[in-house]
């Protein structure tokens, strides 16, 4: 019996076997999804990379954020100075190089993204222990710069307080010597590149803002036009004395010679008419430098001088503004850094007179200054 398999064929054609009960219908093999659509693969790679770059930016993203805020490598407190005209990236090598970050580049594509609009400060700048990146770009983009002190003491000539700031190496710049009494002596807060002029200002500044104020709550019946007389007679309290104490009743002195149109007769007046404010005459105050007549000179000039002979303090300033209500017209070194104050001529001679003791008793010692008449004369104690 013949079966379907062995059945001859129809048309001379030969019969078609197959494997496992499955019939080849004659056609070729049909080609994969992949042989016939190859921008699939292609897609396949692009996604894997992209896949990949993503997990990789994303791991690049979060070492670049934890990098950034993270505990910095500074061991100890550190002091950097940011150079006038340094860019961000001169920055960010500065601080790697000091220690202060660990990776230049994290530190700028952080202060990019996080402060596109921050402008970052030159200047001295102190960083602690582990500080962060991100704690680094806050302080240099608020310029928390290093502060440090500078003290004026009173009584000093503007060229001295020149000269003093000039020693000054925070400080930049060559500044003009201001106007005598201009400037209120005090300690100023300055950073390093200051420049000296934006010192000297500050100073003006105070000193105009103080005397101000005193003018205003002055005492009834100062003898004085305006502020600028003020500063005037307080120059010569300042350098008549140092005790703080005394200023009121120095200052009470002169306002009662002042009323009384007699000359003041203050010893710094002679200096400062013979040297100006180079400082300190460096010797005695002779009896030729008494009478030799200069513009300051008060032994030889009516009233006050044509200008301040120093930079007056605080208190010098206040005491002239409010005086000591005293009757004195004469004082006097009394050999204890302090003076003798009298009311009449007989009581300052034998003031005087406890001085010249004093003096002698202290061979080679330079006589103090003790303005404000003199014996026999009424003028300044007479110089040896």
Known sequence: METPETKAPKDGVAPTFHVGGRRDKGKARRPSQAARHPAVTIGSGIFTFLLFALLGGGLAVWYGEHAYNGPGPLEAEKTVLIPRGAGVRDMAEILEREGIIDNWLVFIVGQKVTRPEASMKAGEYLFKPGQSMASVADAIASGKVVVHQVTIPEGLSSQQVVQRLMANDLLTGT???PLEGTLLPETYRIHRGMSRDEVLRQMADAQQKLVKALWEKRAPGLPLKNPQEMIIL????????????????????????????MRLQSDPTIIYGLVGGKGSLGRPITRSDIVTPTAYNTYAVDGLPPGAIANPGREALAAVADPAHTKDLYFVADGTGGHAFAETLNDHNRNVARWRAIEAAQPGSAPQ????????????????
Not at 246 to 251: D, Q
């Open 234 to 261: 307080a120059s010569i309290v300042e350098k008549e004395t140092g005790d703080a104490d005394e200023r009121p009743k120095v200052a009470a002195v002169f306002i009662n010679r002042l009323n009384k149109k």
């Open 369 to 384: 200054s003790g303005s404000a008449a003199a014996p026999q004369s009424g003028a300044s104690q007479p110089a040896n």
């Open 175 to 177: 500044p003009v010597v």
